[in-house]
């Protein structure tokens, strides 16, 4: 059996840890520069405000006092998830951690009749000692345990957890989901499942397998054998990625050419921390620009540039140097620059490397890896070493953030103080 925990309604949840005021008030979490809306409480949700909203259409909601805004901060929402994710693991012998609000429970030896009564003690648990609420659904296959979380979060007669450990149990909850609500289908094929008369879960599984196989290949066919209880979604295996990118729309459109040096020397040296992270190396370096394409008043300018390296790297010194001899070939001074970013790809592992024949900078090579790795273990408590390009502060400053909360789990100065 599979339990998949969702936190409900993450971000407004994390909002609402430090300000119980908000508790039964409709509040809603924007995306970066305050752009659209990502998260929402159950009350906005009941006003009809929609996922991807635009802010500015419901800002004057916000100046009426009708409605909660809060700017994007990763840095107490990725605190308070890794507090629910260790909760979770304590508690059963395997986890797989999804995303930042959601995570598989893998309960091989754990009595079935005791399941139920478990997570229902992690649901009270996460509650009372994170202050955030979760939903969780069990099942037979991972598939079928993401269709019982959301019946879980659903219906309230469940107490926040959903068991759906009979065939019978299966078959109703695959009546009443609709079939863009499957993961492993959503919005990408519901409109080619549509088309077909495939309109719940159920209509789903009771097509043949062949038909499934003809249309929708191999990913069909193995949510269908999910939906039917049969475990095909293995656990996730980490594949190295192909390529890593860090970029960010700046607030405010950019000229300056030094202050647009600053911020792509932050996202390079993002792209090597996480490099590093990954005990990987990259080949090659892109840096590229944008101006504001809706700006169509204004000159547009769409460069990017890469450059090889001779020899894979991940030390914040070559990255971020390589980043910028390509930005200076591409900026051009008298455009407005809205965007900027790095990306950094033909990624191997670190230990594999290949040395080049005419490596005479190896010694110097091997003194920045060091180097880098000094600096990580410092900023590991924060962000305290950076290279002189760089700007004083957290790479993301300059994004448009009116309405951020507090960090008060991971700056001092910004604890909750009792008087």
């Not at 549509?194 to 066919?221: C, I, M, Y």
């Not at 980490?238 to 000229?255: G, H, N, P, V």
């Not at 140097?321 to 191997?348: D, E, H, Q």
């Amino acid at each position: 059996m599979f339990a998949l925990v969702d936190c409900n309604n993450f971000f407004v949840s994390c909002e609402r840890v430090f300000r119980p005021e908000l508790e039964g008030k409709p509040v809603v979490v924007l995306s970066n520069n305050d752009g659209c809306i990502v998260s929402r409480s159950n009350e906005s949700k009941a006003m009809g405000i929609k996922m991807s909203t635009p802010f500015y259409q419901v800002k004057h909601l916000v100046d009426e006092g009708k409605l909660f805004a809060f700017s994007s901060n990763y840095a107490l929402y990725g605190d308070l998830s890794s507090r629910v994710m260790s909760l979770l693991a304590d508690a059963v012998p395997k986890i797989e951690i999804y995303s930042i609000d959601e995570a598989f429970l893998h309960l091989d030896g754990i009595p079935q009749e005791q399941v139920l009564q478990l997570c229902r003690d992690l649901v009270d648990k996460v509650l009372k000692w994170v202050g955030v609420p979760v939903s969780i659904g069990v099942a037979p296959t991972k598939t079928l345990a993401k269709i019982a979380s959301h019946f879980a979060k659903k219906y309230k007669g469940y107490k926040g957890v959903c068991m759906m450990d009979t065939d019978a149990k299966r078959i109703k909850a695959l009546e009443l989901t609709p079939i863009d609500d499957v993961w492993g289908i959503g919005r990408r094929l519901s409109p080619r499942m549509l088309e077909k008369g495939v309109r719940t879960a159920l209509d789903f599984v009771n097509r043949p397998r062949e038909w499934v196989a003809s249309n929708f290949n191999l990913p069909g066919v193995r949510t269908w054998e999910e939906l039917r209880g049969r475990v095909c979604h293995e656990e996730e295996k980490e594949d190295r990625r192909q390529s890593i990118c860090t970029s960010r729309s700046f607030a405010d459109m950019i000229e300056d050419e030094r202050e647009l040096m600053l911020r792509v020397s932050d996202f390079a040296a993002m792209c090597a921390y996480k490099l590093r992270e990954e005990h990987s190396a990259a080949y090659d370096v892109t840096t590229f620009l944008y101006t504001n394409r809706f700006r169509e008043d204004l000159e547009q300018y769409f460069p990017s540039v890469t450059i090889r390296l001779d020899v894979a790297a991940s030390s914040a010194q070559e990255i971020v140097g390589t980043a910028l001899r390509a930005f200076r070939t591409i900026y051009r001074a008298g455009y407005k620059y809205k965007k900027a970013g790095v990306v950094v790809s033909r990624i191997v592992p670190d230990d594999s490397i290949q040395a080049s024949l005419f490596d005479f900078d190896h010694e110097l090579r091997k003194k920045q890896d060091k180097l880098s790795q000094v600096m990580d273990a410092v900023n590991s408590s924060g962000q305290v070493l950076r290279l002189a390009t760089q700007r004083p502060g957290h790479y993301a400053e300059g994004i448009r953030s009116d309405f951020r909360s507090r960090l008060y789990s991971t700056m001092l100065s910004d604890i909750i103080e009792v008087k």
